[in-house]
């Protein structure tokens, strides 16, 4: 039993050491310098030396003290090395795989690094965003995170609920005060629109009470952000997913439109093959992404007309 309570109070001389006396030492560990003098002084009977010269105006280490602080030190290192083999053991690991479809790209890419730095163990691969399922089959591919209401027609493919994710009209303050904002959808032009293109066609804007429709928009844009900035600017009108818009509409940068004629919000799903293909760390990924979904269903559009009135 001495030698267990050794190990514990030669962490804590090396805690002492290191941060050059009692009171740092103990500021660092949460704990008060009176238990770690005593636990001290209890370890220097045990060894019956001198460990520390302690006095009120100088700390300082033995000569003895050194030598026991060295393998003491090696001690502890060994101990936090134990516990992350142990807990790396018990981590995902391995490589995934990914393709997203349409908007996803953009709002799933903004959350892998925190993905990343949770499971340092797993790498990603995300792809350019072309979508063919087929890759699945091929094993090409871990998981596609997909935008769709039909899904494939393969008993090999497994399709995984991610949720939903609302889609918006929006426009700069500045556009609305220069144009006006259309009271139904059918007022719509095509210059008047900025959309998203893919590698395979512009995404479609959908209403409530209108058929889907590609806009022969005024701009197409395979990049987000770009696509982000010129709504900003006031150059045109975009239908776009509400994660990437959200922090733009909290500060009163743009407004939403066709609140009335909004579609219902689209599907999410992780597909992925079936049985024993899918890897640890691909559920992982398809867990973390459902839960930041979750957490985007619980936020709202901010109500302008309500702050205009007040």
């Excluded at 090409?140 to 493919?157: F, G, H, N």
Aim: proline content about 4%.
């Amino acid at each position: 039993m001495d030698r267990i309570n050794n190990l514990s109070d030669f962490f804590l001389f090396v805690q002492v050491v290191d941060a050059g006396g009692f009171s740092a030492a103990a500021g660092r560990m949460n704990t008060t310098r009176s238990l770690l003098s005593r636990r001290i002084i209890g370890l220097e009977k045990r060894l019956g030396v001198r460990l520390l010269h302690r006095n009120a105006r100088q700390f300082a280490i033995t000569a003895v003290g050194e030598e026991v602080y060295r393998h003491a030190a090696l001690m502890c290192a060994a101990a936090m090395a134990a516990e992350q083999a142990a807990t790396a053991a018990g981590s995902p690991n391995g490589l995934v795989r990914i393709e997203a479809q349409g908007w996803l790209a953009a709002i799933v890419s903004g959350w892998l690094p925190d993905f990343a730095t949770t499971h340092p163990r797993i790498r990603l691969r995300i792809g350019s965003g072309r979508t063919d399922v087929s890759a699945l089959l091929r094993q090409q591919l871990d998981v596609v995170l997909a935008e769709r209401m039909t899904l494939p027609d393969s008993t090999d493919i497994v399709a995984r609920d991610l949720g939903e994710m609302r889609m918006v009209t929006v426009a700069s303050v500045d556009y609305l005060e220069r144009h006006g904002a259309p009271a139904d959808p059918w007022q719509l032009q095509d210059g008047q629109c900025l959309a998203l293109a893919t590698h395979e066609a512009t995404v479609p804007w959908s209403f409530s009470g209108r058929p889907t429709w590609r806009p022969r928009a005024r701009m197409t844009c395979g990049d987000t952000a770009a696509l982000l900035s010129a709504v900003r600017s006031g150059l045109g009108i975009a239908q776009m997913p509400l994660p990437l818009c959200q922090d733009d509409l909290a500060e009163g940068r743009l407004r939403t439109l066709l609140e009335t004629h909004e579609a219902a919000p689209l599907s999410l799903h992780a597909l992925t093959m079936s049985g024993r293909v899918v890897t640890e760390a691909t559920l992982h990924l398809i867990r973390f992404v459902q839960q930041r979904f979750a957490s985007l269903a619980r936020q709202s559009v901010p109500d302008h007309d309500v702050a205009r009135r007040a």
